[in-house]
C-alpha cells in the first residue's frame, strides 16, 4: 500500500479505537492541557516518548529534535525553537519534570563524531551537532571503548547542564518546583536506562 494511504487508514482506525477509547478524556483535553512532565527527546522515529512512557494523551509536553539537544540560553532575540517550548513548559504549564532522553544509535551524535573527522555535515545539521563539540572532544579525550555510547549519555548531561542556563528553570528547580531527569533508550531491546543523580550511571530500570 502507498505511505499516504497508508496513514490515512492509520488515523481512521486511530479513530476507531484510541480516540474511542479516550473520547471523554480527548473531550476534557480540549478545554485546556495540564501535564506535569515535558519530555526532551530526538526526532528519531525508533523513540516515541508516548509509546515508551505508555501515556495517554495529555501525559507528556514533548520536544523531539536531533540528537535531543538543548542549546545554552541565548537572548538574542531570534526565534529559538526548544526556548520557547521550555518557556511554555515551565513557566506557563508548570510542568514539574523535564525528561532528556537519549537513545542508542543516535544519527546526531554519529554526526557530531564525524564531524570532528571534517566530513561535511551541510549548512543545517553542521551548526546544531556543533552544540555537542566540547562534550564530544572531552569524551574522546578519555578515549572510551564505545564513543558513541559515550556521548551519547555525556550529551544527555549537557542538555541537562543547558537547561539550569535558563534562568526561569534554575528558579523552578531552586524553589523545588521542577525536578531535571535524564534517560536512555535502547532500542533493540526496549530497555530505558535511568541516570542515577549521585553516580551520574545510566542504570537499566
Ligand atoms: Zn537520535
Redesign the pocket.
Known amino acids: 500500500m502507498h505511505t499516504i494511504p497508508k496513514l490515512i487508514d492509520r488515523y481512521r482506525a486511530y479513530r476507531d479505537t484510541d480516540y474511542r477509547d479516550h473520547a471523554r478524556l480527548y473531550q476534557e483535553l480540549g478545554e485546556g492541557q495540564h501535564p506535569e512532565v515535558m519530555v526532551i527527546s ?3 522515529s525508533r ?1 516515541e516518548p508516548a509509546e515508551i512512557f505508555h501515556a495517554e494523551p495529555g501525559d507528556l509536553f514533548v520536544i523531539r529534535n ?3 539537544l538543548v542549546p545554552p540560553y541565548n537572548d538574542d532575540g531570534l526565534p529559538h525553537s526548544v526556548d520557547a517550548a521550555l518557556a511554555y513548559a515551565v513557566t506557563v504549564l508548570k510542568v514539574k519534570h523535564v525528561v532528556i532522553m537519549g ?1 542508542c544509535s ?4 554519529a554526526a557530531s563524531l564525524s564531524s570532528k573527522a571534517r566530513d561535511d555535515l551541510g549548512p543545517f545539521i553542521a551548526p546544531w551537532v556543533h552544540l555537542l563539540d566540547e562534550t564530544r572532544d572531552e569524551v574522546l579525550a578519555e578515549d572510551p571503548s564505545d564513543p558513541q555510547t559515550t556521548l551519547e549519555h555525556a550529551g544527555i548531561v549537557t542538555s541537562l547542564h543547558n537547561l539550569m542556563t535558563f534562568p526561569f528553570v534554575r528558579d523552578a528547580v531552586d524553589a523545588g518546583d521542577l525536578i531535571l531527569h535524564g534517560c536512555w533508550f535502547e532500542i533493540g531491546t526496549g530497555q530505558l536506562h535511568w541516570r542515577d543523580k549521585k553516580t551520574g550511571e545510566f542504570v537499566p530500570i
Do not use: K, Q, S, W
Open positions: 530526538c526526532a528519531d523513540v536531533v540528537a535531543n537513545h543516535c544519527g546526531g551524535v
